[in-house]
Structures are given as structure tokens and as C-alpha cells.
T-cell receptor
Framework: DTEVTQTPKHLVMGMTNKKSLKCEQH?????MYWYKQKAKKPPELMFV???????INESVPSRFSPECPNSSLLNLHLHALQPEDSALYLC??????????????FGPGTRLTVL | AQSVTQLGSHVSVSEGALVLLRCNYS??????LFWYVQYPNQGLQLLLK??????LVKGINGFEAEFKKSETSFHLTKPSAHMSDAAEYFC?????????????FGKGITLSVRP
């Protein structure tokens, strides 16, 4: 298995809802990443997990809460989001710990719309 | 600190013509450089990477790039454009944050291919 999967593909939520995004990889990678991407812009790094521990938080608002239950799974819990949080959320993984990242493999993304 | 610059936002070529997408980098350490492609409503796919060794790097889909230290460049080329090459292209450099590393992306460039 050489891919990163993300569910759901699309998500519409209200500002008072709680939802979660899920990311999974079975390549034995030890680092996983969450990105936010607005239209026609590059991905913006949100969080990095290395060996299942949070290693980078790019000053993301607390309404986004990451979780890494095991080495294959990465979640992003969403609560009280704002319409400006609507974006494509991308997950990625890399083989080694983030300090020795050689390349990242990206999932297809979740398209999030906040009403 | 490491960064990449992609000049221009849009390149249009005719089918069969040479594709040249420019990327210049700034890095105080030997850089790891990457080119990613993003098709509409999809995640990012790695085209090629330069870490060490041979400066001419061949990637997928007929793309290649040459690392030129004297010019601080890592331009992406393809001899003959195909309609399926129309996409967004991002150049990226590995950036260190303490013991961790992450990708720093250029702003991206849209490639259009005319019949």
C-alpha cells in the first residue's frame, strides 16, 4: 500500500458543529502532517506529528485539534469553525521522523465548507 | 532560513512545445528541493526531488529538473507538453525548525496547454 487516504472527501458543517477529518497511511511512515490549502495558494502547514508526538504546531487556532492515535492514523477534530476556515485540508506522511524528512506523500484532501 | 521563489503565476504553452517552469531557492545549507504537481480537486503528487548527487534529476511523466548551485535554481522542464500536463505546479524546499523539518512551498504556477 503506497498511498495516503483521507475521509471524508467533502464535508459541509455549521459553525456550531463538531466534526473530524481522518487520515490513514500503511507505508510505515513515522511522520504525518496536516495542511490547509486555499484556492490558488500553496498548502500551509498546520501540524506535524513525529513518532506519534506533536512536534510542530504552526500557531493554529484551538478550534482545530489534532490527534495521532497510532503510527498509521491522524485525525483533525473541528469545533466552532468560521466560514474563513473553508478550504482543502491535506494530509501527508514521510518515511523518517520529520527531522530527516526526505519527501512527503500527500492524500487527496478533504474539501471543507463551513456555513 | 530556506525559501523558494516561483516567478509569475501562469504559463501557457502549445501542445508539443517545451515546458519551462522556473524556481529559485535561497538556503544557508545544502538544499533538498522538490517539485509537486496538483491536478484540480486533488492532492499533491511528487514529480521529482533533488537531495544529493546527480544534479540532473528525472521525474515522472517526462519531467526533469537541473539543480544549479551557481544560479540557485531548480527549473522544471519537459520537452513536449501534453494536454494532461495542465495543472498547478509547486516548487518546495526542506526547511529546518529546530530538530524538525518541513516543506516550504513557492506560491505555485498554473500551467495551461493549448491544443
Amino acid at each position: 500500500d503506497t498511498e495516503v487516504t483521507q475521509t471524508p472527501k467533502h464535508l459541509v458543517m455549521g459553525m456550531t458543529n463538531k466534526k473530524s477529518l481522518k487520515c490513514e497511511q500503511h507505508m510505515g511512515h513515522r511522520a504525518m502532517y496536516w495542511y490547509k490549502q486555499k484556492a490558488k495558494k500553496p498548502p500551509e502547514l498546520m501540524f506535524v506529528y513525529s513518532y506519534e508526538k506533536l512536534s510542530i504546531n504552526e500557531s493554529v487556532p484551538s478550534r482545530f485539534s489534532p490527534e495521532c492515535p497510532n503510527s498509521s492514523l491522524l485525525n483533525l477534530h473541528l469545533h466552532a469553525l468560521q466560514p474563513e476556515d473553508s478550504a482543502l485540508y491535506l494530509c501527508a506522511s514521510s518515511q523518517g521522523p520529520s527531522g530527516r524528512m526526505n519527501e512527503q506523500f500527500f492524500g487527496p484532501g478533504t474539501r471543507l465548507t463551513v456555513l | 532560513a530556506q525559501s523558494v521563489t516561483q516567478l509569475g503565476s501562469h504559463v501557457s504553452v502549445s501542445e508539443g512545445a517545451l515546458v519551462l517552469l522556473r524556481c529559485n531557492y535561497s538556503s544557508s545549507v545544502p538544499p533538498y528541493l522538490f517539485w509537486y504537481v496538483q491536478y484540480p480537486n486533488q492532492g499533491l503528487q511528487l514529480l521529482l526531488k533533488y537531495t544529493t548527487g546527480a544534479t540532473l534529476v528525472k521525474g515522472i511523466n517526462g519531467f526533469e529538473a537541473e539543480f544549479k548551485k551557481s544560479e540557485t535554481s531548480f527549473h522544471l522542464t519537459k520537452p513536449s507538453a501534453h494536454m494532461s500536463d495542465a495543472a498547478e505546479y509547486f516548487c518546495a524546499v526542506r526547511t529546518f525548525t529546530g530538530a524538525n523539518s518541513k516543506l516550504t512551498f513557492g506560491k505555485g504556477i498554473t500551467l495551461s496547454v493549448r491544443p
